[in-house]
């Protein structure tokens, strides 16, 4: 954890150094991240020798660090190949697909410098590949997506500087709004929606949060220790839930048996053949509203065998348990 904090700590660094046009002092660093000067100094030291064009220059005797107006000048001699611009024009295509999502600005920004460099007749040629390389987006959550990003951003910041903040969040469950001192851990895009997934001290557990719920967002002074998590978010769930993961068995028709083989729906899949072609699937996974809606979406030819408890009851008619956000 605390080399994860290092880093998050550096990257914090270098977004100062980057948005000071004039240079930022050691000091004025170390009160935004709450640690020592001789701590920062340490950080970019190691920036320095990562790579990164940072220098320090003296002004009016006060050394100020700056970052190199024009960073990685040796892109520019290295070039980039037709193919390698072709798959940055296919992901900005994918990009589109997470409005609202932090840094999505800034690489558009990207995009857009890129293209500036790029001759007319070539830019033409590239602009044409989003009509023949596309990715299609999920179903997505409404919402406002100026205040979103706006909120997000205050969210990242939280997450980051590892920052308390007051949130007030409008939930679809209990269909009231409540105010909540959170500890944002992570933000999350995931099946066309972006979630805060945040300690709540008032509960002593995490819980997840939709982005388009949150109504208002403000860090406070307190700061945090963050908590572990897991390497993949919702990692137990066919969709977006941190529930407990149990046993699921689930039975497919030869008509659809075929379709079913040729992918991995989860990393916990054990696909057994039965007689007749029948193929069955178990799954290690939440019993939510996602696994009935994913068990549902292949029709008669699909039947939920397990589990053989209380819940399967819930499982077969399609009422889930319920969801955790």
């Given at each position: 954890?605390?080399?994860?904090?290092?880093?998050?700590?550096?990257?914090?660094?270098?977004?100062?150094?980057?948005?000071?046009?004039?240079?930022?002092?050691?000091?004025?660093?170390?009160?935004?991240?709450?640690?020592?000067?001789?701590?920062?100094?340490?950080?970019?030291?190691?920036?320095?020798?990562?790579?990164?064009?940072?220098?320090?220059?003296?002004?009016?005797?006060?050394?100020?660090?700056?970052?190199?107006?024009?960073?990685?000048?040796?892109?520019?001699?290295?070039?980039?190949?037709?193919?390698?611009?072709?798959?940055?024009?296919?992901?900005?295509?994918?990009?589109?697909?997470?409005?609202?999502?932090?840094?999505?600005?800034?690489?558009?920004?990207?995009?857009?410098?890129?293209?500036?460099?790029?001759?007319?007749?070539?830019?033409?040629?590239?602009?044409r590949l989003p009509t023949v390389l596309k990715a299609k987006a999920e179903g997505r959550k409404k919402g406002d997506d100026r205040r979103i990003k706006e909120l997000l951003g205050r969210a990242l910041d939280a997450t980051l500087l590892h920052r308390r903040a007051e949130m007030r969040y409008a939930s679809a469950s209990s269909r009231r709004t409540k105010d909540y001192v959170v500890e944002a851990q992570r933000i999350v895009y995931a099946h066309g929606g972006i979630y805060l997934v945040a300690w709540v001290p008032e509960y002593r557990e995490m819980r997840t949060f939709a982005a388009e719920r949150i109504e208002t967002f403000g860090l406070m002074d307190e700061t945090f220790t963050p908590r572990p998590l897991p390497t993949e978010p919702f990692a137990d769930s066919m969709g977006v839930n941190t529930g407990p993961p149990e046993r699921i068995v689930v039975e497919f028709d030869p008509s659809i048996a075929a379709f079913i083989r040729e992918r991995e729906w989860h990393r916990s899949q054990v696909m057994t053949e039965l007689e007749g072609g029948t193929l069955r699937v178990s799954l290690d996974v939440c019993n939510d509203r996602a696994l009935v809606a994913w068990i549902l979406g292949f029709g008669p030819g699909a039947r939920a065998v397990s589990p053989a408890c209380p819940g399967a009851g819930d499982l077969r008619s399609g009422r889930p348990h319920p969801p955790a956000i």
């Open positions: 954890m605390a080399r994860n904090s290092e880093v998050v700590r550096q990257w914090e660094i270098l977004r100062a150094v980057d948005g000071a046009r004039n240079g930022i002092v050691i000091g004025k660093l170390a009160a935004q991240l709450n640690v020592c000067a001789r701590t920062i100094r340490r950080d970019l030291y190691a920036l320095c020798r990562a790579g990164f064009p940072l220098y320090d220059e003296k002004m009016n005797g006060t050394s100020m660090w700056k970052l190199n107006a024009r960073p990685f000048n040796r892109l520019e001699d290295m070039g980039l190949g037709l193919m390698e611009l072709c798959a940055l024009y296919f992901s900005r295509t994918m990009l589109a697909t997470l409005a609202g999502a932090p840094l999505v600005d800034d690489a558009e920004r990207a995009f857009m410098k890129i293209e500036k460099a790029l001759p007319v007749a070539c830019r033409k040629f590239l602009d």
